[in-house]
């Protein structure tokens, strides 16, 4: 089994900045995927950006130049800097990893119990 710790959500006016952090912890030999959706009310769950373990990073377009995601792989943790926040970016904000619990097992997918992020005009 693996859980996802979440933190960092919180209420910042428009143009702050926040950081979230999501660790991954349990039975876990590698995790290839990680990466942050969000889901605003009354919308549908959508990608933020995502990272692999070599690095490479991808984001929507609505953040692409604000949003900068990393990870520490020693930790099994991934992150999710968010600078210049807009009203827009309130919602629940979601990790997700793609873990394999041992060297020839399948991929499982988990996600985070979500952590708000409120941005105020």
């Known amino acids: 089994q693996v859980q996802l710790a979440e933190s960092g959500g919180g209420l910042v006016q428009a143009g702050g900045s926040l950081r979230l952090s999501c660790a991954a912890s349990?039975?876990?030999?590698?995790?290839?995927?990680m990466g942050w959706y969000r889901q605003a009310p009354g919308k549908q769950r959508e990608l933020v950006g995502s990272?692999?373990?070599?690095?490479?990073?991808n984001y929507a377009d609505s953040v692409k130049g604000r949003f900068t995601i990393s990870r520490d792989n020693a930790k099994n943790t991934v992150f999710l800097q968010m600078s210049s926040l807009k009203p827009e970016d309130t919602a629940v904000y979601y990790c997700?990893?793609?873990?394999?619990?041992?060297?020839?097992?399948?991929?499982?997918?988990?996600w985070g119990q979500g952590t708000q992020v409120t941005v105020s005009s």
């Open positions: 997700k990893t793609l873990v394999a619990t041992s060297a020839r097992g399948p991929t499982y997918q988990y």
């Open positions: 349990g039975s876990i030999f590698s995790i290839s995927s």
């Open positions: 990272i692999t373990s070599g690095g490479t990073t």
